[in-house]
């Protein structure tokens, strides 16, 4: 509890910009989340991969309708999220 109170007093007027950040990046990562959550599987698991499941990866098979929509919204929230982590590293 000391140590929040010394930091809020030490950051002054940097502490609502820290806050931001910290409210956005907690926002994204629920949003990652969601989106990684709600993907539809792309090979038979680990058993998969093992016995061939990795040609299905490294194919060229497009996304379509809501598997595109996912893809594309994991890949934006996942670079908003390197961002937000290096932003607030940055700034602490």
Do not use: N, P, W
Not at 66 to 76: A, C, E, K, S, W
């Amino acid at each position: 509890m000391l140590h929040c109170i010394y930091v809020i007093v030490r950051l002054g007027g940097a502490f609502k910009m820290i806050a931001t950040v910290m409210t956005l990046l907690i926002i994204d990562a629920i949003v990652l989340i969601v989106f990684v959550l709600l993907q539809s599987g792309k090979s038979e698991g680990l058993s998969g991969a093992i016995s061939g499941g990795a040609e299905q990866l490294f194919g060229k098979q497009k996304a379509r309708g809501m598997d595109l929509v996912l893809h594309r919204g994991t890949v934006i929230t996942g670079t908003l999220f390197f961002i937000l982590t290096f932003s607030l590293a940055y700034l602490l």
